[in-house]
């Protein structure tokens, strides 16, 4: 969030002293993109008007969807504004938007080891094995995470959408493994699944410390990217 409060700094020093649409738009970005982030890094509590969900175990896990809700859509505010996105792109901006975050990401400063580092506790929890009582959609030897987020959840319009979507019915339906997925990918992946309705820790069918920490990773690692694009941005304004 320092990065980028330092950044939305350096935007309005170099304002230009007749108003600018173009200069507004690249405040308004950052801007909108911090005051979201503010939200989500402190946000502590939800609070439910009966005492079944405040005691829940779910709590928490609805906690940190919205968490995570906050965070893609500080990242939305970058990615989505062409003033913001064009100081690393020769030629025309992509106008889809897995392509447009692809950008904020290419950007960000995240190294081959930063990436490993933070997809792995994705790649871990999508492998990991359920044993359902009935799973009619498909006849696999083992239901994994990912499989059923697939077959169960997601629904049928959604699936094999986009790139992610190809990535991860290749994984599902192809035999490709988890590993396969890269970073930005997954994220847009849980991006799509909690919007689309495919992901709440039930969908995991364990318990829910499990959802928990996949989507705490997700959204720790969609923070760090906002920062590592935001000190790249400071440079090239």
Same mark, same amino acid.
């Given at each position: 969030?320092?990065?980028?409060?330092?950044?939305?700094?350096?935007? /309005?020093?170099?304002?230009?002293?007749?108003?600018?649409?173009?200069?507004?738009?690249?405040?308004?970005?950052?801007?909108?993109?911090?005051?979201?982030?503010?939200?989500?890094?402190?946000?502590?509590?939800?609070?439910?008007?009966?005492?079944?969900?405040?005691?829940?175990?779910?709590?928490?896990?609805?906690?940190?969807?919205?968490?995570?809700?906050?965070?893609?859509?500080?990242?939305?505010?970058?990615?989505?504004?062409?003033?913001?996105?064009?100081?690393?792109?020769?030629?025309?901006?992509?106008?889809?938007?897995?392509?447009?975050?692809?950008?904020?990401?290419?950007?960000?400063?995240?190294?081959?080891?930063?990436?490993?580092?933070?997809?792995?506790?994705?790649?871990?929890?999508?492998?990991?094995?359920?044993?359902?009582?009935?799973?009619?959609?498909?006849?696999?030897?083992?239901?994994?995470?990912?499989?059923?987020?697939?077959?169960?959840?997601?629904?049928?319009?959604?699936?094999?959408?986009?790139?992610?979507?190809?990535?991860?019915?290749?994984?599902?339906?192809?035999?490709?493994?988890?590993?396969?997925?890269?970073?930005?990918?997954?994220?847009?992946?849980?991006?799509?699944?909690?919007?689309?309705?495919?992901? /709440?820790?039930?969908?995991?069918?364990?318990?829910?410390?499990?959802?928990?920490?996949?989507?705490?990773?997700?959204?720790?690692?969609?923070?760090?990217?906002?920062?590592?694009?935001? /000190?790249?941005?400071?440079?090239?304004?």
């Amino acid at each position: 969030m320092q990065k980028l409060g330092k950044c939305s700094k350096r935007a /309005v020093a170099i304002a230009p002293t007749s108003p600018s649409a173009r200069h507004a738009e690249l405040q308004i970005g950052l801007g909108t993109a911090g005051d979201w982030l503010a939200w989500a890094s402190r946000l502590r509590s939800l609070d439910f008007s009966t005492a079944v969900k405040r005691g829940s175990s779910r709590a928490k896990s609805i906690l940190e969807s919205t968490r995570f809700t906050y965070t893609w859509t500080a990242a939305n505010a970058l990615f989505s504004r062409d003033q913001v996105i064009k100081h690393f792109q020769t030629g025309s901006l992509p106008s889809g938007e897995f392509d447009r975050f692809l950008l904020l990401y290419r950007n960000s400063g995240i190294s081959t080891a930063d990436e490993a580092r933070l997809v792995a506790p994705l790649h871990a929890t999508l492998d990991l094995i359920r044993h359902p009582n009935a799973f009619p959609w498909a006849t696999i030897p083992n239901v994994r995470i990912i499989d059923l987020i697939y077959y169960k959840y997601t629904p049928d319009a959604y699936k094999g959408l986009g790139r992610p979507g190809r990535a991860i019915k290749d994984v599902v339906l192809n035999g490709d493994p988890v590993t396969s997925l890269k970073l930005p990918s997954l994220l847009y992946a849980s991006r799509n699944w909690t919007f689309h309705g495919s992901l /709440v820790d039930s969908s995991f069918r364990g318990s829910p410390q499990q959802y928990q920490f996949y989507i705490t990773a997700v959204t720790k690692a969609l923070a760090e990217i906002i920062g590592g694009y935001a /000190v790249a941005l400071e440079s090239a304004l």
